[in-house]
């Protein structure tokens, strides 16, 4: 099985491979950065569309990453 997502320090590298069938890719990246003064916490979607023409469907499923 292939890994879709590897973090390493403070880069996340995601796989925008997608097979021929099913409605395409969404990751949900949580983050939490931190400084001195404080911290910060978010989530940024990243999507890898099926086709150019429909986006892609976050059917819920959550993976862990390595």
């Avoid at 911290?39 to 999507?47: L, P, Q």
């Amino acid at each position: 099985m292939a890994i879709d997502a590897v973090i390493d320090g403070g880069m996340v590298l995601l796989r925008a491979e997608r097979s021929g069938r099913g409605d395409g890719r969404v990751y949900r990246v949580s983050f939490t950065a931190s400084d001195f003064e404080g911290s910060a916490s978010g989530v940024v979607f990243v999507t890898v569309p099926h086709n150019p023409k429909r986006p892609a469907i976050d059917s819920g499923g959550v993976f862990p990453t390595r």
